[in-house]
């Protein structure tokens, strides 16, 4: 069974930090990319960052390049999300999904407050 677990998101004033954690399990992890999207309330569901297998790569949204940073650990199945810099604008549900297995987690709650 495949599954991803999001973790770490929180409410947080605006210019603060969050890092979100994502938790794999059922795949090889290490052979596929990997993705943040998020979902703000009444929005269309947008790809924030992606990174490669090997973590030699990464790209991002412009609304968050410089301030989010995307990075993964194989040994541990894990991919995150670093998030500096938080605007009210960054509010919303953000999804771990494995890119072909095309899996998604269950979604974890960021709340920045102005």
């Known amino acids: 069974q495949v599954k991803l677990v999001e973790s770490g998101g929180g409410l947080v004033q605006s210019g603060g930090s969050l890092r979100l954690s994502c938790a794999a399990s059922?795949?090889?992890?290490?052979?596929?990319?990997m993705n943040w999207y998020r979902q703000a309330p009444g929005k269309e569901r947008e790809l924030v960052a992606t990174?490669?297998?090997?973590?030699?790569?990464?790209t991002y949204a412009d609304s968050v390049k410089g301030r989010f940073t995307i990075s993964r650990d194989n040994a541990k199945n894990e991919v995150y999300l670093q998030m500096n810099n938080l605007k009210p604008e960054d509010t919303a549900v953000y999804y771990c999904?494995?890119?072909?297995?095309?899996?998604w987690g269950q979604g974890a709650q960021v709340t920045v407050s102005s």
């Open positions: 999904h494995a890119m072909i297995i095309d899996s």
């Open positions: 059922g795949f090889t992890f290490s052979w596929f990319a």
């Open positions: 990174i490669t297998n090997d973590n030699r790569s990464s």
